[in-house]
């Protein structure tokens, strides 16, 4: 009697596993054949006239990063466009101003003991008086470097008529260690797959938090207020909801620093993904109202929501493939099979190598480790948080020499 039970329970638990999963599996599917057609020409910028760009870069106590990424935003191509960079030192208790400031940047500081958070420095940047004249902003993250064409790629884009882009944005350091490249590989999918997906079928390619563009006309009808851990979710949703899209630009790439191991991965991982949580909560019944009431092109952001980490998304499908429904067990199969067609994708469309493909092995290790962070993403999942900047490899893991026995 009890194992007849015990039975019945788990055959519901794998059929609610099942439903939860369906919505990301077709969003999964959808986007991964859409990303492999045929990719398309690379956008010309023919010159039309004066443009003026200006790049952000929001930094909090980024003094052993912000050389190296004004540095290559200094060097790239400007392709006769009137470039300025900004730093914008909020909150500092470190050389971030005075170093970026050495390395030809702008610095506007910024000390809001209360207001702590990359949406309010942005939100600071996109007012302030010295980057009203600039036709469109460009916004790169403290530990990055740019691609060469990046600036002429994302600004001459706008230039050319888009409202918003987003370029690819991979990771720097993939062949550090083996957990680097595995998530290399995640944010090929997340970052290329996805929006390049989107992009071939006409959709707003989203905002990833770095590398993307606004213009200027769209930050005016359109205000940067999102203050939340992932204030690049929730303004794209924003930019959905008043009728605007971001274009993918698939021919130019910001790259990244990923921390290797310690507490900064944690600490990084669960603070993204708890963001995320929260903004399914809070915003996928508003979405869900638009798309009843005919707005269409909120269909595809609400199922971006229902789609949960990919690690989550693989323990759901795994109990469901456990189950002894037959329905529920398909399900679960096609959806594990539509993971590693994204998978797959990624590697092809995301400039990935064989290695990758090797990588694969040590997935489930990650999904372990994945579980093991719920109650840090549960704690996160909160509306509002201060600037937890994530510690840097340099800092935690210092080359030999310039550690003493003291240290």
């Known amino acids: 009697m009890m194992a007849d039970l015990l039975l019945t329970a788990w055959n519901a638990v794998t059929m609610v596993a099942a439903i939860l999963t369906l919505a990301g599996s077709s969003e999964l599917l959808v986007l991964s054949l859409a990303a492999l057609y045929p990719a398309r020409p690379s956008r010309s910028n023919p010159d039309r006239g004066p443009w003026s760009v200006g790049v952000v870069v929001p930094a909090h106590n980024e003094a052993l990063s912000i050389a190296s990424c004004v540095g290559s935003l200094v060097l790239a191509e400007k392709g006769g466009m009137k470039v300025d960079v900004f730093v914008i030192a909020d909150n500092c208790t470190d050389d971030t101003a005075s170093i970026a400031a050495a390395a030809g940047a702008q610095v506007l500081k910024r000390i809001v003991a209360s207001q702590r958070g990359k949406g309010y420095a942005l939100n600071f940047a996109f007012t302030h008086e010295r980057l009203a004249g600039c036709d469109c902003v460009l916004i790169v993250d403290a530990d990055t470097e740019v691609a060469d064409n990046f600036i002429v790629a994302a600004a001459g884009a706008m230039r050319d008529g888009e409202a918003a882009v987003q370029a690819r944005y991979l990771v720097r350091n993939v062949g550090e260690s083996v957990r680097t490249r595995l998530m290399g590989l995640a944010l090929r999918a997340f970052n290329v797959v996805r929006p390049l997906g989107r992009e071939h079928l006409g959709l707003s390619a989203g905002i990833v938090g770095n590398g993307f563009g606004l213009t200027h006309?769209?930050?005016?009808?359109?205000?940067?207020?999102?203050?939340?851990?992932?204030?690049?979710?929730?303004?794209?949703?924003?930019?959905?909801?008043?009728?605007?899209?971001?274009?993918?630009?698939?021919?130019?790439?910001?790259?990244?620093?990923?921390?290797?191991?310690?507490?900064?991965?944690?600490?990084?991982?669960?603070?993204?993904?708890?963001?995320?949580?929260?903004?399914?909560?809070?915003?996928?019944?508003?979405?869900?109202?638009?798309?009843?009431?005919?707005?269409?092109?909120?269909?595809?952001?609400?199922?971006?929501?229902?789609?949960?980490?990919?690690?989550?998304?693989?323990?759901?499908?795994?109990?469901?493939?456990?189950?002894?429904?037959?329905?529920?067990?398909?399900?679960?199969?096609?959806?594990?099979?539509?993971?590693?067609?994204?998978?797959?994708?990624?590697?092809?469309?995301?400039?990935?190598?064989?290695?990758?493909?090797?990588?694969?092995?040590?997935?489930?290790?990650?999904?372990?480790?994945?579980?093991?962070?719920?109650?840090?993403?549960?704690r996160n999942a909160r509306s509002s948080h201060a600037w937890v900047r994530t510690g840097r490899n340099s800092e935690q893991f210092p080359p030999d020499n310039t550690v003493g026995p003291n240290a």
């Open 217 to 378: 006309e769209t930050l005016r009808a359109v205000p940067y207020l999102a203050s939340s851990v992932v204030e690049d979710l929730e303004y794209h949703l924003s930019l959905v909801r008043s009728g605007r899209k971001v274009a993918f630009l698939n021919e130019t790439t910001v790259y990244g620093e990923m921390p290797v191991k310690g507490p900064a991965v944690d600490t990084q991982r669960s603070r993204w993904e708890g963001g995320r949580l929260r903004m399914l909560v809070e915003h996928s019944p508003k979405l869900l109202l638009d798309v009843l009431s005919g707005k269409l092109r909120c269909v595809e952001p609400l199922l971006e929501l229902l789609l949960l980490p990919l690690a989550f998304h693989v323990t759901l499908l795994l109990v469901a493939v456990s189950g002894r429904l037959p329905l529920v067990r398909d399900i679960g199969l096609a959806g594990l099979a539509i993971v590693l067609l994204h998978l797959l994708a990624a590697i092809l469309v995301g400039g990935g190598s064989w290695r990758d493909v090797g990588t694969l092995a040590v997935a489930p290790f990650y999904v372990v480790w994945k579980l093991i962070m719920i109650p840090s993403l549960v």
